[in-house]
């Protein structure tokens, strides 16, 4: 048999395989393992149309920095890695050089790219490393899935840092289910929009393939419908997939409360405890509320706890008008209970005989500390006595206060 076995070594080599016709081995028998610390060339001086050889690589070569080339053509690092044949032909002006793996060291890459149609029953497409092409596309005719649809690969007898890339290249309805690929869940809009693709390399020392995602920028126009008045969120105070939080109430604000995101007004609990916020409250007033407004008077705002004070900034009273006018004790105040003065007064707006709006006024006269009290509730009242007469009338108060940090 015409055949020369060539034992490589890291010294590199530089043969000449081709003499000229009849005058040179048919087929060459490679091995050797080794970390090149020089280049291997496999050159030929004579170049005759119909030249041919083979060469049978049984090596284990590592390259570093170095080359294998054969006829000019560079050899990749992972058919260096195993077994497999080299055919090689001068057709008058190039040599031809054509590589197949002897399919005993699996896989290697096979290069190129496959088109995959994904059925609507969806089910499990397994790949085999070395004979399912290394790029496969899902095309992008449109299909709507009736089933989950799955894609992995072999783990059997791969190599370390076998790659496949899988392209979704869109037009995939899910329909409720999933497609999974290596483990990576695609989303239902990446899967519909297209332009998403999962890295799949394998790694040797645990025996698993591992996926990364690459995709284009997600834009609004390529999300999937969301559920009215909601945002895209997690809700819980741990790592989880997003949800739509909905805000179902006119008037209220994505917040924190008690660890979880929630839809809400706006609570004292929103603001920095050194800063309080302004509330306002509308009191409405019968006619006998008013005719007992100096014995009993009424509560504005509850006591806020010690270090707290609450403070009128602005009052207003609204007499709607009855039958007959009060008479008597017409002033209107605010302050704090067992306060010796009041904070602020309406004089004389009691009496009205129609329908009228009076501002209140801060009270004049000598203010001493008794005024504003800690931790003591805000009323109000009528001075001097109970007013008389009146009927039918009533009033509405309207109160601005803050509470304030002593």
Known sequence: MNLEKIALTSAGATLQPFLGIGNFYQSYYVSGTATLTSNISFTSNISEQGGSYIIWWDADITLGTFSVTIEGQPINQDSLNQGGIFTTYYNGTTWIVNYTANG????????????????????????????????????????????????????????????????FSGGITNNGNTVTAFGVIIPDAQALAGGMAVIATFDATVNVWRAITINKPVTLSTLSNQAALTV??????????????????????????????????????????????????????????????????????????????????????????????????????????????????????LGAASTLMFDFSPTTGTINTSQLIENSSLNWGIETGNPSAGTGTSAVLYVQYQTVLL
Do not use: C, W
């Open 104 to 167: 005993k060291d699996l896989p290697q890459e096979y290069r190129g790219v496959n088109n995959v149609a994904v059925p609507s029953g969806g089910g499990t497409l397994t790949l085999i490393a070395g004979i399912n092409k290394q790029y496969q596309r899902f095309s992008s005719s449109a299909v709507t899935l009736t089933s989950n649809y799955t894609v992995n690969a072999s783990a059997t007898a791969v190599k370390d840092g076998t790659i496949f890339v899988l392209d």
């Open 232 to 349: 895209v969120g997690n809700a819980t105070n741990a790592s989880a997939a997003p949800t739509a939080i909905a805000i179902p109430t006119n008037g209220q604000l994505l917040k924190r409360k008690a660890n979880a995101l929630v839809a809400g007004l706006i609570e004292a609990e929103n603001f920095d405890a050194s800063i309080l916020p302004a509330t306002f409250v509308r009191i409405p007033l019968t006619n006998a509320q008013l005719l007992t407004g100096f014995s009993i008077g009424g509560k504005i705002a509850d006591a806020a706890g010690a270090g707290t004070m609450i403070v009128p900034i602005k009052a207003q009273l609204r007499i709607v008008f009855g039958s007959a006018a009060f008479t008597g004790n017409l002033n209107f105040f605010i302050g704090h209970t067992s306060a010796s003065n009041s904070i602020m007064r309406q004089v004389g707006g």
